[in-house]
């Protein structure tokens, strides 16, 4: 079996683009982009991953001789990659920072461990969050929308995209607005909660100023923002729906 040189040129260089992207998606991405998967698991599932996403894909710029221009298209491949791994961060932090707004409210600000996935400290309540989000978004397929919406953009923008990268970088960066706001949507049935019940307590410590606010207001605030929290948690999957429809959306307009 004869292949020609000019079609093996092709394959390659087409692979290797979309090696590029999917592989700058998979450096960043949560789940797979964090610390606890190695670098070497992430080469190989960036490769196999191309290999089944290539066919898909329409004809790329061979790799005969090496300038410039794919040079840059080299670069803007992985930004592209590394710009959707990066908002599917922001819209996981989005939680995050949702549980930081709860756990300073309800006392528990100082109570923080080590996140395994990014390596910083982070609150409990923020913990439980983020791991809460990812099982979620894992369950409801979250992962193959996004390679789904990966392959999509192949097939509008096989080698660049619309309005270039200095349009997607100020969208990628206007998302911050979008993320706190949606951060404060979650949490504000349960810091408003919360705060009735702070001032709860500052009636009673007008009523009764022998009784010891600080002794006895902390257990009952945290034991409040626990039954709080387990309430509003009947209202977290129409909140995560929601949030989530509107990121895919916006992924799809650009990626």
């Given at each position: 079996m004869v292949?020609?040189?000019d079609?093996?040129i092709n394959?390659?260089?087409?692979?290797?683009?979309?090696?590029?992207?999917?592989?700058?998606f998979f450096?960043?991405v949560?789940v797979?982009?964090s610390?606890?998967v190695?670098?070497r698991?992430?080469?190989?599932?960036?490769?196999?991953?191309a290999l089944?996403?290539?066919?898909?894909v329409?004809?790329?710029?061979?790799l005969l001789?090496i300038d410039?221009?794919l040079?840059?298209?080299a670069?803007?491949?992985?930004?592209?990659?590394?710009?959707l791994g990066?908002?599917?961060?922001v819209?996981f932090q989005?939680?995050?920072v949702a549980g930081q707004?709860?756990?300073?409210?309800?006392?528990?600000g100082?109570a923080?461990m080590v996140?395994?996935t990014?390596?910083v400290?982070?609150?409990v309540l923020?913990?439980?969050?983020?791991?809460?989000?990812?099982?979620?978004?894992?369950?409801?397929?979250?992962h193959?929308?996004l390679?789904?919406?990966?392959?999509e953009?192949?097939l509008r923008?096989?080698t660049?995209i619309?309005g270039?990268v200095?349009?997607?970088?100020?969208?990628?960066?206007s998302?911050g607005?979008w993320?706190?706001?949606g951060?404060?949507?979650?949490?504000m049935?349960a810091?408003?909660?919360?705060?009735?019940?702070?001032?709860a307590?500052?009636?009673?410590t007008r009523?009764?100023p022998q009784?010891?606010i600080?002794?006895?207001?902390?257990?009952?605030?945290l034991?409040?923002?626990l039954?709080i929290?387990?309430?509003?948690?009947y209202?977290?999957?129409p909140?995560?729906?929601g949030?989530?429809?509107?990121?895919?959306?916006?992924?799809r307009?650009?990626s």
């Open positions: 292949v020609p040189l079609l093996l394959e390659v260089s087409r692979t290797f683009w979309v090696m590029l992207r999917i592989g700058g450096m960043v949560p797979i982009g610390q606890m190695s670098p698991i992430r080469i190989a599932l960036t490769f196999a991953t089944a996403v290539s066919p898909l329409p004809p790329m710029p061979a001789d410039f221009s040079a840059l298209l670069i803007t491949q992985v930004f592209i990659g590394v710009g990066f908002t599917t961060i819209f989005l939680f995050t707004f709860i756990a300073m409210q309800m006392g528990l100082f923080s996140d395994p990014n390596g400290s982070v609150t923020s913990q439980f969050f983020l791991m809460m989000v990812s099982l979620t978004f894992v369950a409801m397929n979250g193959l929308v390679l789904e919406v990966l392959i953009g192949f923008a096989p660049a619309d270039g200095a349009q997607l970088s100020w969208q990628i960066a998302l607005s993320m706190f706001g951060a404060v949507l979650i949490a049935p810091v408003a909660s919360l705060l009735v019940v702070n001032l307590f500052g009636v009673m009523a009764a009784l010891n600080f002794s006895l207001g902390f257990p009952l605030t034991l409040f923002g039954l929290i387990w309430v509003a948690l209202g977290f999957t909140q995560f729906e949030l989530s429809q509107w990121y895919f959306e916006w992924t307009r650009w």
